[in-house]
């Protein structure tokens, strides 16, 4: 099914806009002509962000300052936008962190919040979004994911856990909408430089071969989103470490993981 290319004039939703992947998500289809509401943690950054875009490229924006892993946040977003009587045609559930070390010892309020977020907030907005999507007979969400969905990540294991949700989820309900004109895709980006792994001490000196940059990565997506793929692996590396996961033992990769980690002394949390 062939879907609009067409973003000028219409609204998109974007989290985590502030920064990394999230901020190229909007200043990509910011250049498209898209009308974008910002959704972050910071107001000062969102709203110098929706400033620089708006001016650049003719469109208006909506920054909104919310923490969305918190318990009636996403509810809270929901209301905002439904309050601009706006219909919101495109959404990048992007907002997330992660955390690294021995289960046993990471912070439990932490973790719970993070599956607020990764997990939680992913559904109550694709639902909240998606249904006057529907009923138009156009739009789509690209939920952000990770490669660390393919398999258990010894170390990052609830991090790993919530981004497998949000690939499980995406692809089911690509298949639900099929043949509606709106469609559902999971982004799955590998290593990506957004000061994601610094603050979660998972980085190595170096450039890592798998290593895309924040604006390459969000190229591809929206091309495969353009396209009505429903699931963007960027990077040959990353492709390859998601075809492994289904060919080779679970417990393997696992093993592998947990080697990798352990030897990279994984501790620390991270926002991205």
Not at 169 to 191: K, Q, Y
Request: hydrophobic content about 45%; charged content about 20%; some cysteine.
């Amino acid at each position: 099914m062939k879907f609009s290319t067409d973003y000028v004039g219409v609204w998109a939703l974007v989290t985590g806009a502030s920064s990394g992947i999230g901020e190229q998500f909007a200043r990509k289809l910011a250049e498209r002509g898209a009308n974008l509401f910002l959704v972050a943690r910071s107001r000062e950054r969102l709203e110098r962000l929706g400033s620089d875009l708006a001016r650049v490229n003719g469109i208006e924006t909506r920054p909104l300052a919310l923490d969305l892993s918190t318990p009636g946040g996403p509810a809270e977003l929901l209301r905002a936008v439904a309050a601009t009587g706006l219909f919101v045609e495109h959404v990048v559930n992007n907002a997330g962190f992660g955390s690294a070390g021995p289960f046993a010892s990471l912070e439990p309020t932490r973790e719970e919040a993070m599956v607020r977020l990764n997990a939680e907030a992913v559904v109550t907005l694709t639902r909240g979004f998606l249904e006057p999507m529907v009923r138009a007979g156009r739009g789509g969400v690209i939920n952000v994911a990770s490669v660390a969905a393919f398999q258990p990540v010894p170390y990052m294991a609830t991090y790993g856990a919530s981004k497998a949700f949000v690939l499980s989820f995406t692809l089911a309900l690509a298949a639900e909408l099929r043949g509606t004109g709106v469609r559902a895709m999971a982004l799955c980006p590998g290593p990506v430089p957004t000061g994601f792994q610094e603050v979660a001490g998972t980085t190595r000196p170096g450039k890592r071969l798998a290593e895309l940059s924040a604006v390459q990565t969000v190229e591809r997506a929206l091309g495969a989103y353009q396209r009505g793929h429903d699931r963007c692996i960027p990077g040959f590396v990353n492709t390859a470490q998601s075809v492994a996961s289904k060919l080779l033992p679970s417990s393997l990769m696992t093993r592998a993981a947990a080697l990798a980690m352990h030897r990279l002394g994984r501790t620390g949390n991270a926002t991205g």
